[in-house]
């Protein structure tokens, strides 16, 4: 033992005299070295000194911008109920989608092409180009009303995260793309009441060990589409602990059928998106399934820019007929789309009664 | 022989000559006795200044300079002979890979590149198709990869072990199954009808245009630098063996009339004979090389660069057809900012190559050279104009928001802007092979410009030295 030990000793007392010897070579050079660390050490000190006039102006810049997001969240409790009152009523945008002459007389309208039974492109159709979905039918349903031609409409597949640019920019009237409002959201856009309840979930392979938004999910890798809830939830919630820190959130793709890609080529372990989507999603494979419940409570609302006034009442209106209409309204386009999906009981996506909140 | 030994040696008294060759000998053995430490550098200095002693004493006596000077005429035209053969076998092996090799290869790298964004776009026509896509379109998109499986194989076996290029043919050969997979997936799944089928084929022309298409353009840029590299070995003029050409002849001629000179016989066969020779090998070499440049520029003005601009059309008038396509595919999804005004980025991208194939048709028109090369370019033209008329219609009913009509305009059977692409694709093809033809001939007569010229100058060359040799020997008989 005590042989064992003197010999890392020995060894220890052996380099340190190399060291030593090594050392007195350099000592000038040492001395060199520590002046210029002093000197080095003033420089920065002396900088520092004069920062703090800026640096500290910054951070109470992004504690206002984040003080009034989180005053805005607190007064916002409820973004679904944030929109007008529905009305029938035409006003400028209306106006100016109807001027429209000739071949462009066409609601344009933001949707996606890749939600299976939302807004889709069913290759075996037979006309290549027509999209089909819910969120289509409702399309059609606003197209009729506001122009009297169910199918004037010039329909833009856009990706998620730019929704919000598409409808400020004007390139859409609006934009119906299983879109939830949300409090951030309202900032920049308006949305008309709700017209579909889901919630996020977490989809992964049956044979995976995640069940469910907990901790099952450290380790993993989760996919969601870029500028989606989804993704805020994930990002917040990592931040606040509330997910295992192990997880990585890193992979951001397009679209949320993007995931489904990644998933199946084992690039990531599981995706979040709205629940209705992951259902689309396990809809087309089977070997993929839901985990657990929702552990979000989203509404889709069609979105439209912020000073439209006349046409987000107009929509609301447009939307209260379409619940109430029991031939052709929102539970026949609920058993056509998504009963397959979701179950024959729509009562868990029925939107609660709409509440008119939002006074300009 | 005409010369008779009775004309002897006219200036100088050449009879003592044969005898102080010799003496040189005994003076060695003085500085080797030497003891002590002091011999090394003295028998060094000695030893050299001995040889020089032994020169100078051997260049007062004639049959001393003869000897000196057929050796420096045989070593002269050796020397020409060898540099020569050595210089053209340079020029021929550079020719000769100008020609199977680094052409091929670079005619391989583009091929490579052309099927692999030819694939992509079939396949992302077969996406706006939908279900149904055509037979037509499935074998055109299956011999593409086929193609391209092909060139990569030979062009692998081509490329140096450890090189960039290898390392890039590597990189291809593995992304090409894969993205053939992203692609088989997503046919399977477009005919079950599920979306996720589109998803796999935007993840296949992600790959296609962000790994695959990048290395594939590398790779052709590489090839390039090496054909070029090739030319620049094979043209340049072979100064040393010309130098030396005329060096030897002209010592020859000068040897000739010194014995002209000494004896009065206008001839020396041996010498004759050696200054025929060299004569023939440097009107050889400068002919040869001057046949075989030409051949070259030629297949390089009208060959390489005809190629090159008609590749570089041919490869922007598919990345404009793959950008028509994927306008539709989009649907308005992308957009790019030019100043103050936006535009689809797809449909602007597709202005651009527009653009440039219309420039490269041009270019293609200045330098054909022939009606073979000319008619199919100017098909094109045709055909490229067309093609934008109908690509403005289909936009036009795009921007209207008939989808379906628009559709039906880009990919349809009859009249569609598909025509027009097919039509300048394979009118391109056409100019292209009419070019590789007339490159290769070219190429071909440059290279055979020089079949022969190494090993005919090696050999002429010692025929030459030999001659020079004997006829110095003949007079050097003269003296024993």
Not at chain 1, 60 to 68: D, E, I, K, N, R
Not at chain 2, 64 to 77: E, F, S, W, Y
Not at chain 2, 443 to 456: M, N
Request: a negative charge; one cysteine or more; glycine letters at 8%.
């Amino acid at each position: 033992m005590n042989g064992r030990v003197n010999e890392p000793e020995g060894a220890m007392t052996t380099i340190a005299r190399h060291l030593r010897a090594r050392l007195k070579g350099w000592g000038g050079v040492g001395a060199m070295a520590t002046a210029c660390a002093l000197a080095l050490v003033f420089a920065l000190a002396l900088t520092c000194a004069g920062a703090p006039a800026g640096a500290p102006s910054r951070t109470t810049g992004q504690t206002v911008s984040h003080s009034a997001r989180a005053q805005a969240d607190e007064d916002c409790t409820a973004p679904e109920k944030q929109t007008l009152s529905p009305s029938d009523a035409d006003g400028p945008t209306i106006e100016e989608i109807r001027n429209r002459r000739g071949e462009k007389r066409k609601l344009v309208v933001g949707v996606d092409q890749n939600s299976y039974r939302w807004g889709y492109r069913d290759p075996n159709s037979g006309k290549s180009g027509a999209l089909e979905g819910f969120d289509i039918d409702l399309v059609h349903r606003i197209a009729e009303d506001i122009l009297g031609d169910r199918d004037a409409v010039q329909f833009k597949a856009i990706p998620t995260d730019q929704r919000i640019p598409a409808i400020k920019a004007g390139r859409v009237d609006m934009v119906v793309r299983t879109m939830t409002i949300t409090c951030a959201r309202i900032e920049d856009v308006a949305f008309s009441a709700p017209y579909f309840r889901t919630g996020q979930q977490v989809l992964a392979p049956r044979s995976s060990p995640v069940e469910g938004y907990d901790e099952t999910l450290a380790d993993q890798e989760i996919c969601t589409a870029a500028g989606s809830t989804a993704h805020a939830k994930l990002e917040a919630d990592k931040e606040a602990g509330r997910l295992p820190a192990s997880t990585d959130i890193r992979t951001t793709v397009p679209n949320q059928l993007d995931c489904l890609v990644r998933l199946q080529l084992g690039e990531v372990d599981a995706v979040v998106t709205d629940g209705a989507l992951a259902a689309s999603q396990a809809a087309q494979d089977p070997t993929v399934q839901l985990k657990g419940g929702a552990f979000t409570t989203e509404y889709y609302g069609v979105a439209m820019k912020k000073d439209a006034d006349d046409l987000v009442r107009r929509v609301n209106r447009i939307l209260v007929d379409f619940r109430e209409d029991t031939t052709d309204g929102w539970q026949d386009a609920y058993t056509e789309w998504l009963s397959a999906t979701l179950g024959d009981d729509s009562s868990r996506s029925r939107p609660p009664a709409p509440e008119y909140l939002r006074e300009s | 022989m005409t010369h008779t030994p009775n004309g002897t040696a006219p200036p100088g008294t050449a009879t003592p000559a044969p005898v102080p060759t010799l003496p040189a000998v005994p003076p060695q053995p003085v500085p080797a006795a030497p003891t002590g430490a002091a011999p090394p550098p003295r028998a060094r200095r000695t030893a050299f200044a001995e040889g020089v002693d032994r020169l100078r004493g051997a260049a007062t006596t004639e049959p001393g300079r003869l000897r000196a000077i057929g050796a420096v005429l045989a070593v002269l035209v050796v020397a020409f002979g060898a540099v020569t053969a050595w210089q053209t076998t340079d020029r021929a092996a550079a020719a000769d890979d100008v020609l199977t090799s680094s052409r091929p290869l670079s005619s391989d790298a583009a091929d490579i590149y052309r099927s692999l964004a030819d694939a992509n776009t079939a396949a992302a026509g077969n996406f706006l198709a939908g279900g149904q896509e055509t037979a037509a379109s499935r074998d055109r998109y299956e011999d593409d990869i086929r193609t391209a499986a092909a060139k990569l194989v030979n062009a692998a076996a081509n490329s140096d072990p450890g090189s960039p290029s290898a390392k890039t043919i590597t990189g291809l050969n593995r992304l090409l199954p894969e993205y053939k997979g992203l692609v088989e997936r997503a046919r399977t799944y477009n005919r079950q009808g599920y979306p996720v089928g589109g998803a796999y084929l935007r993840y296949a022309n992600e790959k296609m245009q962000q790994e695959m298409l990048p290395a594939a353009e590398d790779l052709y840029t590489r090839e390039n630098q090496r054909l070029r590299d090739d030319y620049a070995d094979a043209t340049p003029y072979p100064w040393p063996a010309l130098a030396l050409g005329v060096l030897a002849l002209a010592a020859l001629a000068w040897a000739m009339r010194r014995t002209y000179l000494r004896t009065h016989r206008v001839l020396n066969h041996g010498l004759v004979a050696a200054t025929a020779a060299t004569t023939v090998v440097l009107l050889w070499l400068t002919a040869g090389h001057t046949l075989a440049r030409s051949g070259l520029h030629d297949s390089y003005d009208h060959g390489v660069r005809s190629l090159d601009v008609l590749h570089d059309a041919r490869i922007a008038s598919l990345k404009a057809r793959g950008n028509e396509n994927l306008t539709l595919v989009a649907r308005g999804a992308e957009t790019t900012k030019v100043g103050d005004e936006t535009f689809d980025a797809y449909d602007h991208a597709f202005g651009r190559e527009m653009g440039a194939l219309a420039e490269g048709l041009a270019r293609a028109q200045r330098l054909a050279d022939d009606a073979g090369g000319a008619r199919p370019v100017s098909s094109a033209s045709g055909a490229m104009t067309e093609w934008r008329k109908r690509h403005a219609a289909a936009r036009e009913q795009d921007e209207n928001g008939n989808y379906q009509q628009a559709l039906d305009m880009v990919i349809g059977a009859k009249g569609a802007a598909g025509e027009c692409f097919d039509s300048v694709d394979e009118n391109l093809a056409t100019a292209l092979e009419h070019e590789e033809d007339e490159f290769e001939r070219a190429a071909g007569d440059g290279r055979d410009a020089l079949t022969g010229l190494p090993s005919g100058a090696a050999l002429l060359s010692v025929l030459g030295a030999a001659g020079a040799v004997l006829g110095i020997g003949r007079r050097l008989s003269e003296y024993r």
